[in-house]
Every structure is written in structure tokens, then in C-alpha cells.
């Protein structure tokens, strides 16, 4: 069992930036192998994909939705069982709850459903 632990969230004016973290922890952990994604939640819209990070064995690959790309940045501490998603230029769009999800073997890193494991979630609110 995996837990995550998201946190960074907050109220930032259009323009301004965020980073968000999240923290895994688990007995069985390997957290360097996990895929780890970041997905979005606005009211009343399904929870969207994000950004995602994966270690192949050989080379890191990142993934990012459109609207992510140029803006956004993920990365990840392996040292510190860590993922970070970097928010620049924010827009009053990006405003939702913002999802850390992890699975230990995922190449569909853009599937909500294909991720095992998730986080409460935190809150982003971007004002115009």
C-alpha cells in the first residue's frame, strides 16, 4: 500500500506561480520505479490529466497536457520520495483540486484509471 500526501495548494492571482509537492510514503515502496502523475478536478468537470513523470529503467520521461505545457514543470526527488509540480503563469482555469497519483508499472500515464494509487487532493485557486 502507497500512501500520498499532497500539499502547496492556496489562493495566487492570475499570473503568479505555485508548487505543489507530494509526499509517498509505504512499507513496500520503491518510489524511484513508480510512474507519478499529477491530475485535476474543477467542480462539476471530471478529474483531468495534468502532468506525468516515469523512470523506464534507462531515461525519465515527463508528460504534459496541453494546457500544462510551457506553464507547468514536474520533477521528482527520489531521495526525499517526492514529486513536485512547478505552476507558472497561472490562469483562473487551472483553478481545482489539484491529484497526486502513483502506480508502479503504468505507460497509460495519462489515465485516470490506470493509477492505483491517489491522494486527497489540495486546492488551487487562481484569481483574475
Known amino acids: 500500500q502507497v500512501q500520498l500526501v499532497e500539499s502547496g495548494g492556496g489562493l495566487v492571482q492570475a499570473g503568479g506561480s505555485l508548487r505543489l509537492s507530494c509526499a509517498a510514503s509505504?512499507?513496500?515502496?520503491?518510489?524511484?520505479?513508480?510512474?507519478m502523475g499529477w491530475f485535476r478536478q474543477a467542480p462539476g468537470l471530471e478529474r483531468e490529466f495534468v502532468a506525468a513523470?516515469?523512470?523506464?529503467?534507462?531515461?525519465?520521461?515527463?508528460y504534459y497536457a496541453d494546457s500544462a505545457k510551457g506553464r507547468f514543470a514536474i520533477s521528482r526527488d527520489n531521495a526525499k520520495n517526492t514529486v513536485y509540480l512547478q505552476m507558472n503563469n497561472l490562469r483562473p482555469e487551472d483553478t481545482a483540486v489539484y491529484y497526486c497519483?502513483?502506480?508502479?508499472?503504468?505507460?497509460?500515464?495519462?489515465?485516470?484509471?490506470?493509477?492505483?494509487?491517489w491522494g486527497q487532493g489540495t486546492q488551487v485557486t487562481v484569481s483574475s
Open positions: 497519483a502513483a502506480d508502479p508499472s503504468l505507460l497509460n500515464v495519462r489515465v485516470v484509471t490506470a493509477y492505483d494509487y
Open positions: 513523470i516515469r523512470w523506464s529503467g534507462v531515461a525519465t520521461y515527463t
Open positions: 509505504g512499507r513496500t515502496l520503491t518510489f524511484s520505479t513508480y510512474t
